[in-house]
């Protein structure tokens, strides 16, 4: 198994372009999970999908974001315009069915910087 | 909704020493506590966990407290190497359902000196 996969790992950007990060979970997981880690605010919920349906999205800062799980296996969490203070490492994560299992697996992140 | 302390925000300890990092939370529905370990440039995973029908849970050298009553929940390594030198965030949830949703807190960078 190839674990989460996230891509790119690294992106730079100046402010106002777009930002598009991609999300492979885990097969077999049906719960998907963005999150944002920043040394200020730690790791912060951005949004989650359950079969491919967003559950939750008040973590969402504002409107520049917004992310889509249009199949099972690919999630996009796309920011336009961009701006310096979005300049983070945004993780997704995944998680496998079944109400005793929680444990969520974190991809390696992409670490997002705008200049 | 849920709100998640964690103290300290930064615990050194020498080789061998115990080490004990403490959360509170808010929200006394929450059911599920996490801890995860995130080395430098790495990716976050989990430890060990604890749901609310649990006191206690060891897993080799790390252990988890929980005190529903107080609301707060506790990990403790014993006999730290510094391997185990990382951030570590604990977390809760009410988990149930659909929602599968977690509160982080701040973290604890933990260094073990040799």
């Known amino acids: 198994d190839a674990g989460v996969i996230q891509s790119p790992r690294h992106e730079v950007t100046e402010m106002g372009q777009e930002v598009t990060l991609r999300c492979k979970p885990i097969?077999?997981?049906?719960?998907l999970f963005w999150y944002r880690q920043t040394m200020m605010r730690g790791l912060e919920l951005l949004i989650y999908?359950?079969?491919?349906?967003?559950?939750?999205d008040s973590g969402m800062p504002e409107d520049r974001f917004s992310a889509k799980m249009p199949n099972a296996s690919f999630s996009t969490l796309k920011i336009q315009p961009s701006e310096p203070r979005d300049s983070a490492v945004y993780f997704c994560?995944?998680?496998?069915?079944?109400?005793?299992?929680?444990?969520?697996?974190f991809g390696p992140g992409t670490r997002l910087t705008v200049t | 909704g849920e709100n998640v302390e964690q103290h300290p925000s930064t615990l050194s300890v020498q080789e061998g020493d115990s080490a004990v990092i403490k959360c509170t939370y808010s929200?006394?529905?929450?059911?599920?506590f996490p801890w995860y370990k995130q080395e430098l440039g790495k990716r976050p995973q989990l430890i060990i966990d604890?749901?609310?029908?649990?006191g206690e849970k060891k897993d080799q050298r790390i252990a988890v407290t929980l005190n529903k009553t107080a609301k707060h929940f506790s990990l403790h390594i014993t006999e730290t190497q510094p391997e185990d030198s990382a951030v570590y965030f604990c977390?809760?949830?009410?988990?149930?359902?659909?929602?599968?949703?977690?509160?982080f807190g701040k973290g604890t960078l933990l260094t073990v000196n040799p």
């Open positions: 097969s077999g997981h049906d719960y």
């Open positions: 994560a995944s998680t496998p069915p079944g109400l005793a299992v929680y444990e969520q697996y």
């Open positions: 929200d006394s529905a929450s059911n599920y």
């Open positions: 977390a809760a949830s009410r988990s149930g359902g659909s929602n599968y949703k977690l509160t």
């Open positions: 999908f359950n079969n491919n349906v967003p559950i939750d």
């Open positions: 604890i749901r609310s029908n649990v």
